[in-house]
């Protein structure tokens, strides 16, 4: 059974940085496409940022561009979103997910999430002073 697990959500100022995590279990990670997606209260769920199963390819949101990085480890089963210059508009809860369809095309997965396998709980990020 697909699992997902995210950590690392919390209460941050703006200009600072923080982590999430993806603990995958239950699934073959490397067969799947990963992607962050975050929901703020009263809007629609975005594709902020996937990568493709191998790591080689990346999307990124224009929202969070040059701020944001994904990263994967397949061997310890773990996805990462590093957050850097966190600004109040950010807040939101942060979902982690996977996809075998789009496995290679990570813009795809974070563009169109219907074919999404599993979704985690979510962990809530707030950005505020």
């Known amino acids: 059974q697909l699992q997902l697990v995210e950590s690392g959500g919390g209460l941050v100022q703006p200009g600072e940085s923080q982590r999430l995590s993806c603990a995958a279990s239950?699934?073959?990670?490397?067969?799947?496409?990963i992607g962050w997606f975050r929901q703020a209260p009263g809007k629609e769920r975005e594709g902020v940022s996937c990568?493709?199963?191998?790591?080689?390819?990346?999307y990124y949101a224009d929202s969070v561009k040059g701020r944001f990085t994904i990263s994967r480890d397949n061997v310890k089963g773990m996805v990462y979103l590093q957050m850097n210059s966190l600004q109040p508009e950010d807040t939101a809860v942060y979902y982690c997910?996977?996809?075998?369809?789009?496995?290679?095309?990570?813009?795809?997965?974070?563009?169109?999430?219907?074919?999404?396998?599993?979704w985690g709980q979510g962990t809530l990020v707030t950005v505020s002073s």
């Open positions: 990568i493709s199963n191998g790591g080689g390819s990346t």
């Open positions: 239950g699934f073959t990670l490397a067969r799947y496409a």
């Open positions: 997910a996977a996809d075998s369809r789009f496995f290679a095309v990570p813009g795809l997965m974070c563009t169109t999430p219907d074919t999404v396998d599993a």
